[in-house]
């Protein structure tokens, strides 16, 4: 029994870190072993649009996509919205889209239509009430985003609020944006 205690200490901490880590570095470096990484193909997932229209990742293999997984409660989501709306504005017209998940229940659907007016969301929000995209990229927490090239792998990732300037997201994008050589 002590053993396996021993053993899950470094897993809580390394859990802990991931979730309170709050330095400017990217989750790539701080959040535990998933079962895709940088430089891996992204899960395959689906959900709906607020509308009720099937959209998938898969049908996006065209566009650079910044996956970010939110829900109304959540006031750190609140306070990223304005960075994601300015990226989803400043790289749409070279490939680039800020995907919204929102992960609130079902029935929620008016109050989120709502929270994307108030806050003036111009980018695409899918509905997920099940989570399922909590379980296929291994979320630990809302907001975690996710950035994912036209070729479908993944390329950059973080737990918590993005931030306004992050140069590691900003680098990220642009290599993702960049004419294959």
């Known amino acids: 029994m002590r053993r396996v205690s021993l053993l899950l200490l470094p897993l809580s901490l390394l859990m802990a870190t991931a979730c309170t880590a709050d330095d400017g570095e990217t989750a790539a470096a701080r959040t535990p072993a998933v079962p895709f990484g940088i430089g891996a193909p992204a899960p395959a997932y689906s959900a709906t649009l607020l509308d009720g229209d099937s959209v998938s990742l898969a049908g996006m293999r065209d566009r650079v996509v910044l996956l970010n997984v939110w829900a109304t409660w959540c006031h750190p989501c609140r306070t990223e919205i304005p960075e994601l ?33 108030e806050y003036r969301m111009t980018y695409p929000i899918w509905r997920d009430p099940d989570e399922r995209v909590s379980a296929l990229f291994s979320v630990v927490g809302v907001p975690a985003t996710y950035l994912i090239d ?11 609020p993005v931030r306004p300037g992050d140069t590691t997201l900003v680098r990220a994008i642009e290599t993702a944006l960049a004419p294959a050589s």
Not at 87 to 109: I, T
Not at 150 to 160: A, D, E, F, H, Y
């Open 85 to 117: 709306q300015a990226l989803h504005v400043k790289y749409a017209d070279r490939g680039f889209s800020v995907v919204g998940v929102s992960v609130d229940g079902d029935g929620d659907e008016a109050g989120i239509r709502e929270f994307v007016e």
């Open 150 to 160: 036209r070729q479908g792998v993944m390329r950059w990732r973080t737990v918590g």
